[in-house]
Nanobody, 121 residues
Framework: QVQLVESGGGLVHTGGSLRLSCAASGPTFSRNVLGWFRQAPGKEREFVAAVTWSASYTYYADSVKGRFTISGDNAKNTVYLQMNSLKPEDTAVYYC??????????????WGQGTQVTVSS
């Protein structure tokens, strides 16, 4: 069983930065890809970024390219999402997610509990 625990959300002004962390546990093959999704009020959950556990490949939504960076620390079993140049439209609950080997990074198998990010204008 994979467990994902997020931290690092909060309130920031437009143009500010935040770093989200996701501590992962469980079999490595069950968390082959780790990613971040977000859900704003009244909107569907959307993909933000993902990284393979080997950290060889990263993927980003167009809306965050150039502003967000996803990275992993294998020794700490932790994946990070560095968010810079934040905009009010980045306000959402951010969820860490894990995909097993063979699963799509866009349809993960496991989810964290979510952490709120609020960007004030």
């Amino acid at each position: 069983q994979v467990q994902l625990v997020e931290s690092g959300g909060g309130l920031v002004h437009t143009g500010g930065s935040l770093r989200l962390s996701c501590a992962a546990s469980g079999p490595t093959f069950s968390r082959n890809v780790l990613g971040w999704f977000r859900q704003a009020p009244g909107k569907e959950r959307e993909f933000v970024a993902a990284v393979t556990w080997s950290a060889s490949y990263t993927y980003y939504a167009d809306s965050v390219k150039g502003r967000f960076t996803i990275s992993g620390d294998n020794a700490k079993n932790t994946v990070y999402l560095q968010m810079n140049s934040l905009k009010p439209e980045d306000t959402a609950v951010y969820y860490c997610a894990a995909s097993r080997v063979g699963s799509s990074r866009y349809k993960p198998d496991y989810w964290g509990q979510g952490t709120q990010v609020t960007v004030s204008s």
